[in-house]
């Protein structure tokens, strides 16, 4: 490609400081270095992590940054070394990595790698190094993805190849929330067939675990959430009982273990809320319950230790335990085969400009996924 | 027997409220009734749920006899009892195995429905009893209380034993050390060349470590605020031993150093101290650490930040082990017996029942590991 090795300026949405609306800006993008790959972004979706670290933010550490960490793209270019990659090539950046040599990708029990950003950089929520300047300032690179940016570069680690002929503008959706709350159910509890299990939040990623649950054989799918508008939605991904906590006058676990005679098989916290992953294990059976935290939150959760002491178990999930050069591009065949669903989840669709609009639409709940078109 | 079918005057160590003395009292003890089995307890042990129920529990759980580790003979069985007979020996069980149960039918848990602890675990005893002094019902403690030279005990919560086993040791495996060394071989299911840290150095903790030891760990760290401990840790098989008052940062961050920035395999927490609890959990490996809740609270709630979950790290808890009651113990016995398990590495005291106060008073103060009573002669 003529941009080969040249600084690229291009669009991006960029957050300057939490709380403030992101800033349209023109951007530059240097080229990749050894073992890197800058990929042109085609199309991308907010998470709520995008969310929280925008909205909720205790400090300036983590910006100016550029978020996103949901998209697909096109290989542009690649720096020396890489030649898994090559341009063309239809990618999807992800927020988590697998280097295949260290300890933990050596292991079949965790999707961990050494190499990943998280060890030693959570805080910012970003490597401190970035490729992204904007009037010769450095901008950090959200989850070492920031996909509001017309092009990206990352290490190869992070990139994932799919299939040639998949539809970028619905297999993004692979990038995070769809992969994570799948996983969590698939991977992580390992829903068994003809087994009960309840989804608590029912967001995109708590939609996905509906999901997971049903493609794994769940006899009975309890559908967890306060607000009532999203169980039409939890119905279509597989669904069968539909709860919301403030119709009952008492803790939703003891109505889910009524309704259960004795308690869920496997529990999911997709909410990033505490009160409710005590509530996820409290729901589940006594002697053989599992449940998942999925959701997000740097606040302690809790329970009484006999929970766990009767036999329940506590785990959590990150990127649904997906390795994710391994499993993201299975997840795309497995869209294009039919055997998941990722049409359903996208509500909107808006140009990159409109980022603000998605923001409120997601922080209004009034959003599952929109996906933003990156082109002019 | 010559007591068959009739009440039994015996002596008791009775517990009128909490925080008070035990008494040695009279009691009456009812004949079995259907399903139940009597038993002459021979000899008992003090666990630290019998001292946690004394100090702190629940004031309808009293007046209670305590006890629920312990070895004994039948004295006799109640109607349709086919599976014991007068003379067997038997170590009485505070959890049971009916069979017939969802929980019983399933390989994952040793819970039963037919248990005291499925519906009572607040008082720690079922409503009624067999026991009665001087006109007032006296509950039995965890469906066994073996502070008496007789009880009476549902057949679902009794194993029957090898007729040769030596009741002054194996009366250990009635708690203790069932719930130690199974936590470790089954609830967190170590594995051959493991790593492990073990918290806490009481008769659980040590068994913990025996566990982890016969499970094939390559490294087992003892972690315990008293190092009067560590000797016998290292008896069990200990390869580290830490006092975390020796550092001063938390000792999950120097397991982590000390394991090459990993962290353990496997931590086990004996203490039911919720702190300790948060503490083994973060000392653990992050994508596949387990962590297993063994000790006992019910006064706290233990916590820790989502992100040790999201890591990769599991936390589960463990009672008795995780061993299904009567198919178990009988097979733990016949290990003490070829030499597969310690058992008299725990025992460090004798008494008799009379002493009872004494030993609680040993435990409280952390002499110890083991106290035998002898019950009846």
């Not at chain 1, 009160?275 to 006594?286: I, T």
Request: glycine residues 10%; charged residues 20%; proline residues 4%.
């Amino acid at each position: 490609m003529a941009t080969a090795g040249k600084v690229i300026k291009c669009r991006a949405a960029v957050a300057w400081e939490p709380k403030a609306p992101l800033v349209m800006e023109e951007i530059e993008v240097a080229p990749p270095q050894e073992g890197e790959v800058r990929i042109k972004i085609l199309y991308t979706s907010l998470c709520h992590t995008d969310l929280f670290h925008l909205l909720e933010s205790t400090d300036n550490k983590g910006f100016p940054t550029i978020l996103g960490h949901e998209a697909a793209g096109v290989v542009e270019s690649v720096g020396p070394g890489v030649t898994e990659f090559k341009p063309g090539d239809k990618v999807i950046p992800n927020s988590g990595c697998q280097c295949r040599e260290c300890k933990f990708c050596k292991s079949p029990r965790t999707n961990l790698c050494e190499r990943s950003w998280v060890n030693d950089h959570i805080e910012y929520m970003s490597y401190p190094k970035t490729s992204f300047t904007c009037r010769g300032k450095p901008i950090l690179q959200f989850t070492n993805t920031g996909t509001l940016a017309e092009y990206i570069v990352i290490r190869q680690i992070y990139v994932v190849k799919i299939d040639d002929d998949a539809p970028l503008d619905r297999v993004c959706l692979l990038g995070c929330g769809v992969t994570t709350g799948y996983g969590a159910a698939v991977n992580s509890a390992g829903v068994t067939p003809g087994s009960v299990c309840a989804v608590f939040g029912l967001g995109a990623v708590g939609l996905a675990a509906v999901m997971g649950c049903k493609n794994a054989g769940a006899s009975r799918i309890f559908a967890v959430d306060i607000n009532e508008k999203k169980f039409e939605k939890a119905k279509v991904f597989g669904a069968t009982d539909f709860l919301n906590p403030k119709a009952y006058n008492k803790p939703i676990s003891e109505v889910l273990i009524e309704m259960t005679n004795g308690g869920v098989d496997f529990s999911l916290e997709c909410v990033g809320n505490t009160e409710v992953s005590r509530l996820a294990l409290e729901s589940c059976a006594k002697g053989w319950g599992l449940s998942v935290l999925v959701g997000y939150t740097n606040t302690d959760f809790s329970s009484k230790p006999i929970q766990l002491i009767y036999g329940k178990t506590w785990k959590g999930t990150l990127l649904g335990g997906f390795k994710i050069k391994d499993g993201v591009p299975k997840l795309v065949l497995d869209y294009m085969s039919g055997k998941i669903m990722l049409d359903e989840f996208i509500t909107q669709r808006m140009k990159l400009e409109q980022v603000n609009d998605v923001v409120k639409l997601m922080k209004n709940g009034e959003c599952i996924r929109c996906i933003l078109d990156m082109s002019k | 027997m010559a007591t068959a079918g009739k009440v039994i005057k015996c002596r008791a160590a009775v517990a009128w409220e909490p925080k008070a003395p035990l008494m040695m009292e009279e009691i009456e003890v009812a004949p079995p009734q259907e399903g139940e089995i009597r038993i002459k307890v021979i000899a008992t042990g003090l666990c630290h749920t019998d001292l946690y129920h004394l100090v702190d529990g629940d004031k309808r759980g009293f007046p209670v006899v305590l006890g629920h580790e312990s070895a004994g003979v039948v004295e006799s069985v109640g109607p349709g009892v086919t599976d014991y007979k007068p003379g067997d020996k038997v170590i009485p069980l505070f959890l049971s195995q009916c069979g017939k149960c969802k929980f019983c039918k399933c390989p994952k848990t040793n819970l039963c429905e037919s248990s005291w602890a499925t519906k009572y675990h607040d008082i720690m005893a079922e409503p009624t009893s067999r026991f009665t002094c001087r006109g007032q019902t006296i509950l039995q403690f965890m469906g066994t209380s073996t502070f008496s030279e007789y009880t009476v005990i549902n057949q679902n919560a009794v194993a029957k034993i090898d007729e040769n086993a030596p009741l002054d040791r194996v009366f250990l495996l009635g708690c203790g050390i069932t719930t130690g060394y199974g936590a470790a071989v089954n609830t967190a299911g170590v594995t051959p060349g493991s790593v492990c840290a073990v918290f806490g150095l009481g008769a659980v903790g040590l068994a913990a470590v025996m566990g982890c030891k016969n499970a094939g760990a390559s490294r087992i760290f003892a972690v315990d605020i008293n190092e009067k401990k560590f000797e016998k840790a290292k008896v069990f098989g200990a390869t580290d031993f830490l006092n975390p008052k020796a550092y001063n940062k938390p000792i999950s961050e120097v397991l982590i150093e000390m394991t090459n920035g990993g962290g353990v395999d496997f931590s086990i927490e004996c203490t039911g101290n919720t702190e300790v609890m948060r503490s083994a959990l973060e000392s653990c490996a992050k994508g596949w650490g387990v962590s297993v809740v063994v000790g006992w609270t019910n006064v706290q709630d233990f916590s820790a930040k989502p992100i040790q979950l999201i890591y990769g790290k599991t936390w589960k808890g463990s009672l008795f082990g995780g061993f299904k009651c009567k198919d178990s113990v009988p097979k733990l016995v016949r290990d003490y017996m070829s030499g597969k398990i310690m058992l008299d590495e725990f025992i460090t005291h004798k008494m008799n029942l009379e002493q009872v106060n004494d030993a609680i008073n040993l435990m409280k103060t952390g002499q110890g590991i083991r106290t035998i009573m002898t019950v009846s002669k």
